[in-house]
Structure formats: structure tokens, C-alpha cells
């Protein structure tokens, strides 16, 4: 393939990832290929690991741990701020590469590399803010405290739509934690995990003294990611993709007692209400179902508005549609990119198949262009109910519109899905607003505002079958730690808990 591995996408794919930091060698002339969506050509031969390099990797990512825990977690947090001044560095070239190998509008792809500079940020503070808590007892002359230590080995396993975030999500909080981190990332996006893990590296050598092998990449198949959640070198495994995935893998770390966290399906409704500002509604809907071509786990796939403004909003919407522009983001100003691939291709237009087979009314959905490059126009769908396709996700830009009275019988078919990850309602009127918030079964609620694009600052996950892991903001580090209560008794008695006696 030597040779032939390079195209011309306005700047030459070589070029980029030599200023990216990555080594030749490494993506040049190995066995998986590297294929960008937005023209379907093939980028480069990636090198993938075999059983030997898993097991060594493991057994260095052991060894990393057990040095980086006794590193002061302020002195951990520093690796982090020097790896945000490097991504910053690297933002463009980074957020190009994102929207070449994963097909991201540019706004898109840039706006991945600043959650990787945000969650960085965060976990630098957090570096001094681990903090455990003292605890009232009922013994005299004792204390009681609670601790947080290291965990050991995270083993991070990621998908192609978030390629670098996710993994800096969960490697921030995991370094500062003095965990140390192995990652397999989506076999579709193995260029910018090179990268990314590029940029990492350049931190670590600015920091100095961190041990060896402390952040590795795992470039593979199945078997990579296989043996993150079946060797007990690994002590958390957190993982993002299909539900289908979960139910895989979440078991088998059970059999071991590992931990997981897992961020797997979404199925994300909108409620449009009669008092909402319907252009508010309007933006943030277009933004949930057609950014990142519908390729979101937050993406909005279900939409409930209310009689009074149904015909209203979905005339709005129709113009929406018909107005956005989908298309190579390179060569364009565009707002939708491909989809990732055929197989993406394919399992939307059976969704919207299934679909009309249950009386759904199919508006746009139609491929545009040719080739091996898979673009569509997003697809909206009015349904007669919450029923087929739209109770699964499709990781594509469907959107299903449906019509609701009631706000209690909305809300509860709003919950009627096996995913919980993310969910909104758009009204003015606040008693509605609180009730949605108690009601929604998701781990992400918001008011007047979409299902996607959250913040790094809140805890990211959601309950269900969107597998009940948080990552990113507030206390979701924990997961990242392992807690101890110790009691130490400085009397010269020893008093037992609850009253009991025992004389020896
Ligand atoms: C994902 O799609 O896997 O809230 C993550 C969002 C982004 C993260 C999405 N911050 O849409």
C-alpha cells in the first residue's frame, strides 16, 4: 500500500498528520485501512496489535499504575495542563484530521477538540479537589473518615463519532486520579487516535518523569477491546457505543468483578409545548436531529409537540430541512456531513422502510450523490405513534414527529423507550418545565435548550439501556477511584459499635 496511502483532501493527509506528531511508520503500511466519509477513499494502512503487544501493553500499563498512584495528585494534575496547552497548540490540525476521518462539519470537529481542552481544564482543578470526608461516629475518642485512592488499569473503549473526546473525558479524570489508561478506539477512526495520543506524548515529555506507558493506544479489532474487559489487569472499563455492545461486555466485566461505565444507546425526545418560544424550539430541534448527521448518542430522535402548534412547527421544520445544506464540509459550507459509512447508509433507509410499513409519513431521507461516500438528506418522519423504529435508535438523522394533549400522557410516553440518555422540553410556562424534570427518566433534562451538545461540567450518561455510567463533570471522578472508610481509635479503650459487648 506504500505510496498509494495518500490523498488529496484540499491538504495532503501526510502532511497533517507530520505536523500532528505522528510517526509514519505507524499508519502508512500496516493492515487496517483508514477511510474518510466524506469521499470514501482510503487514507492509510493503520498498524494494529496482536496478542503479544495487548499482553505487554497491559503488563506496562500495570506497571505505570503503581508508580503514577504515589505521584502527588497537584503533581498528576500538571501532565494535564501541560497535555491542554498542547491540544490548544493543536486544535486546528486535530479538529481537520476529526473532520476527515469521522466527517464532522468543521465548527463540529473543532468543537470536539474544545471538550478535550475543557475537560482538561476541569481535571487540573480537580487534581486539588479529591476530597474524601470525615465522618461523625458513635464511638468515643475515634475518627472516622472516608478516602479516595487510585484504582489501577482504565481501560477506555471508544466510538467513531466522538473519536478524541470521549478518550479525554475519560483519560483526564483517570490520570489525575493516578489510574493509568489503555484505549482501543473505534477501528474507524484510528488516525485520530494516533494523533491524539501524539499530542499526549508530547506532554508527557515536557512533564519529565512520568513512568512509562502511563496513556497507551490499542489498535485493533474486536480482540483489542476483548481484552480490556476480560484481563484482570483492568480494573474499570468504560465504554461507548451500541447498546448491543453493552449488553456484551457488561456481563463479562461482571463475571470479574470489574467496574464499568457505560455510555450506550440514546433514543432523546423533545417536548414542544404550546407556550414555547417555537424559534428557540425550532433551532434547538434542527441542531438535536441534523448536527453531526444525526450520528450523536444525544442526538434528538423523537419529537412530541403539542396539538395547538403541531401544523405550525412542522411547516417551520419541512423549510428547515429543505434548507440545510448536506454535503463534503470541506468543499462547502455545509451543515450535515456523511454518514460514516454504508452500513449507516443501509440501516436508515430500513428505519424509514419500517417506518412507512407503520403508517409513518417519510419527508427527505433520500441519498445525495454517489460512489462510496454515503451523504443524506435528514429525514423527517411524521408518525401516527410511538411505534416500530421509533422506539429503537437509528444512528442516522431521523427525526419522528409526533402529536400529544396531555402533558402527563406525553411525558410518560416519552419514558416508554429502553434508552434514557438525554431529553428536553421546550415552554415558558415553569410549572411544566419542573414537571418535566422531575418526570424524564434520563440522566440529561433540559429546559428550552436541545438534547445534544452538552458541557463538560455536568456528569455525561444516562440510565436504562444507556447503561447507567456517568463521565466527564461534577463527582463522576469517583468512578475513577476506589473509595476506603478508615476508623482510627486514638483512646486507650476500645468500645464496640452499636453497643455491643464482648469481655474477654
Ligand atoms: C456521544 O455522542 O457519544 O452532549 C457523546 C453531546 C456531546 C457528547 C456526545 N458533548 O452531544
Not at 474486536?222 to 476480560?230: H, K, M, N, P, T
Not at 444525544?298 to 448536506?326: C, E, M, P, Q, W
Not at 463527582?475 to 477511584?481: F, G, L, R
Request: glycine share 12%; proline share 4%.
Amino acid at each position: 500500500m506504500k505510496g498509494q496511502t495518500m490523498v488529496q483532501l484540499g491538504q495532503d493527509i501526510g502532511s497533517l498528520l507530520d505536523r500532528l506528531g505522528v510517526e509514519r511508520a505507524l499508519w502508512c503500511d500496516g493492515s487496517m485501512p483508514s477511510v474518510t466519509p466524506l469521499t470514501g477513499e482510503q487514507l492509510a494502512m493503520v498498524r494494529v496489535v496482536d496478542a503479544a503487544a495487548i499482553d505487554e501493553t497491559l503488563g506496562q500499563a500495570s506497571a505505570a499504575f503503581r508508580a503514577w498512584r504515589n505521584v502527588p495528585a497537584p503533581r498528576r494534575g500538571e501532565l494535564v495542563r501541560l497535555w491542554g496547552e498542547e491540544l490548544r497548540a493543536a486544535k486546528d490540525d486535530l479538529a481537520r484530521l476529526v473532520t476527515i476521518e469521522a466527517g464532522k462539519i468543521p465548527s463540529e470537529g473543532a468543537g470536539e477538540v474544545q471538550e478535550m481542552i475543557d475537560i482538561c481544564d476541569f481535571a487540573v482543578g480537580l487534581s486539588r479537589q479529591l476530597y474524601g470526608l470525615t465522618i461523625a461516629t458513635e464511638r468515643p475518642g475515634h475518627r472516622m473518615m472516608e478516602v479516595w485512592h487510585p484504582l489501577g488499569v482504565v481501560g477506555v473503549i471508544s466510538a467513531f463519532n466522538f473519536p478524541v473526546a470521549v478518550w479525554a473525558w475519560n483519560a483526564a479524570l483517570a490520570l489525575v486520579c493516578g489510574n493509568s489508561v489503555v484505549w482501543k478506539p473505534s477501528e474507524k477512526t484510528p488516525l485520530t487516535a494516533l494523533a491524539t495520543q501524539a499530542i499526549f506524548e508530547r506532554a508527557v515529555a515536557r512533564f519529565g518523569d512520568a513512568p512509562e506507558g502511563l496513556a497507551q493506544l490499542l489498535i485493533g479489532g474486536r480482540e483489542a477491546g476483548e481484552a480490556l474487559v476480560d484481563d484482570k489487569r483492568v480494573a474499570l472499563v468504560s465504554a461507548t457505543g451500541s447498546t448491543r455492545m453493552g449488553r456484551a461486555v457488561a456481563p463479562r466485566l461482571a463475571q470479574r468483578f470489574a467496574r464499568a461505565i457505560l455510555e450506550l444507546g440514546g433514543n432523546n425526545g423533545v417536548i414542544v409545548a404550546p407556550s414555547a418560544d417555537l424559534d428557540l424550539a425550532l433551532r434547538g430541534v434542527a441542531f438535536g436531529a441534523m448536527g453531526t448527521a444525526g450520528q450523536r448518542c444525544t442526538t434528538t430522535r423523537r419529537l412530541f409537540l403539542h396539538d395547538s402548534i403541531y401544523d405550525g412547527f412542522v411547516a417551520k421544520l419541512k423549510a428547515a430541512y429543505a434548507s440545510v445544506g448536506v454535503g463534503n464540509p470541506l468543499e462547502g459550507e455545509v451543515l450535515v456531513g456523511p454518514l460514516i459509512d454504508r452500513a449507516a447508509y443501509e440501516m436508515m433507509q430500513d428505519a424509514l422502510a419500517a417506518a412507512k410499513a407503520v403508517g409513518g409519513v417519510v419527508h427527505g431521507g433520500e441519498r445525495v450523490g454517489e460512489g462510496e461516500s454515503f451523504y443524506v438528506k435528514p429525514a423527517l418522519v411524521e408518525m401516527p405513534g410511538q411505534v416500530g423504529p421509533v422506539l429503537e435508535e437509528t444512528f442516522a438523522p431521523i427525526l419522528y414527529v409526533m402529536r400529544y394533549d396531555d402533558l402527563d400522557a406525553v411525558i410518560a410516553l416519552h419514558n416508554d423507550v429502553a434508552a434514557g440518555l438525554s431529553s428536553a422540553i421546550f415552554t415558558t410556562d415553569m410549572r411544566e418545565a419542573e414537571r418535566f424534570l422531575v418526570a424524564s427518566d434520563c440522566g440529561i433534562a433540559n429546559v428550552n435548550l436541545g438534547t445534544s451538545g452538552a458541557e463538560i461540567g455536568g456528569a455525561f450518561g444516562g440510565e436504562k439501556e444507556t447503561g447507567g455510567g456517568r463521565e466527564s463533570g461534577s463527582d463522576s471522578w469517583k468512578a475513577y477511584m476506589r473509595r476506603a472508610t478508615n476508623t482510627v481509635n486514638y483512646s486507650d479503650t476500645l468500645p464496640l459499635a452499636q453497643g455491643v459487648s464482648f469481655e474477654i
